[in-house]
């Protein structure tokens, strides 16, 4: 059974250290085309992080789902991050973005637990909060 954000076919890599968090990286396409993003990992401390954007959205409903890929891999998102990934995605240019959803591993949840409580620090150094 696909989880929110964690798909049976995505395995997420374990996080290098507890200071470590995940980074979308959103791809370049029109909007009608699949939503395709990377994931890498980064540190809040590092001088020379990369530049990154935070959403703050409702999850709402896990009725509908729609199919992105990550790392080649296809997962379901609820119907509204689908959405708001395709608004967001810049037709010819990468972004970084993080998401709770997805940038953290929904199925473990030792590292869901500790994730949660650096969400405070993860949106307070995004160089934009997209709500």
């Given at each position: 059974m696909a989880r929110y954000g964690n798909d049976t076919h995505y395995r997420y890599v374990p996080l290098a250290s507890p200071g470590h968090i995940?980074?979308?990286?959103?791809?370049?396409?029109?909007?009608?085309?699949?939503v395709e993003c990377t994931l890498s990992q980064t540190t809040l401390q590092d001088p020379e992080k990369t530049s990154y954007e935070a959403l703050s959205y409702t999850w709402?409903?896990?009725k509908d789902q729609k199919s992105l890929l990550i790392d080649g891999?296809?997962?379901?998102?609820?119907?509204?991050l689908a959405f708001a990934l395709r608004r967001l995605r810049r037709q010819d240019q990468e972004m970084f973005v993080w998401i709770d959803a997805?940038?953290?591993?929904?199925?473990?949840?030792?590292?869901?637990?500790?994730?949660?409580l650096r969400m405070g620090k993860i949106f307070q150094q995004a160089d934009k909060v997209l709500v």
């Open positions: 995940r980074l979308l990286t959103l791809h370049a396409g029109k909007h009608d085309a699949i709402g409903s896990d891999h296809v997962i379901q998102v609820r119907d509204n997805i940038c953290i591993d929904q199925g473990n949840i030792d590292e869901r637990s500790k994730q949660v």
